[in-house]
C-alpha cells in the first residue's frame, strides 16, 4: 500500500503549478493535506473546490494559488471568506484569477473529467449572466431534438487531495456519510493523495458508503483529525465556533499573518498544530 507520511505525499505530488482539488462537502475536508502544503510554500496552484470555504481562505491569503476554479465560497453560516476576497478586490497576497460555476455546473466538470470526455453537459446557466463572467460556460445543440444544453469544460486536476474515515492495508479508502463531489474528483486526477483517521485491517463498508479502490490512490497518510475543523462523520463534530472565531482571525491581514505563522508555519505536522492550538485553549 502506497503509506507515506502527509509531509512525503505532499513533497511528492504535489508541485508548483499543479491544478489541486482538494475537495469535502461541508464533511471531511482536507485541511491538514491544506496546510502541509502552506508548509511547504507551494506557489501559484490553481485551486479546485465545489465551496472553497475556511481551507481556501488559508491556502490562497498564505499565497499559495494565482487561479480558482469554484462554485461557492464564503465562510459557512457566518460570512465572507475574506482572504479569497481581498485576493480578488486587491490582489493580496496576489492577484487571484477566478473561474466561477454553479454547483451543478462543477460536478458536470468532474463526471466529465472522470469519464476521460470532452466536456461536462447540463440544463443550467440559460437565463443567467454567469457565462458572460466565464468564457468557458458555452452550449452545444442536441443531435436528437436540437435543444441547447449548456456545456462545461471536464475538470482533470494534477492531483485530488481528499480525506476519509479509513483505508485497509491494502490502499483500499473508505468513506461514509455526506459526500459532495469527492468520487468524481478521485476518478478525474491524474494523482490522489487521501488522509484517513485510521488504518485498518478490513474495511467494513455501510451502505451508500463510497470505496475508491487501491489501484486510484497514489498515496495514504494516517492523520487523525485531518479534517478539523470541519467533520468526520463517526470520529468528530464540526467545530462551529472556530468557524465563527475565523471570521475575525481572516478580516485582518497582520492577525490572519501571525496566525499562519503561529499554527501552521510554526508547526512541523498536523500531531503539532493540534498542540499548539491546545496549548492556546482552543479544544479540538
Known sequence: MPV???REAIEEHVHDGDMVALEGFTHLIPFAAGH???RQRRRHLHLVRMTPDLLYDQMIGAGCADHLTFSWGGNPGVGSAHRVREAIEKS????LQVHEHSHAGMAAAYVAGASRLPFGLLRGYFGT???TVNPDIRSVACPYTGEQIATVPPLNPDVTILHAQKADLEGNVLMSGIVGAQKEAA???KRLV??????VERLDAPMNSVVLPAWVVSAVACVPGGAWPSYARGYYA???AFCIAW?????????FAAWIERYVYGTRNHREFVQALRADGVSL
Not at 92 to 95: D, E, K
Not at 194 to 199: F, S
Open 92 to 95: 493580496w497576497p496576489q492577484p
Open 4 to 6: 507515506a507520511t502527509l
Open 36 to 38: 502541509e502544503i502552506i
Open 129 to 131: 449572466d454567469l457565462a
Open 247 to 255: 471570521d475575525e482571525i481572516s478580516r485582518d491581514r497582520e492577525r
Open 194 to 199: 487521501v488522509t484517513v483517521e485510521e488504518i
Open 238 to 240: 464540526r467545530d462551529n
Open 187 to 189: 476518478l478525474a486526477a
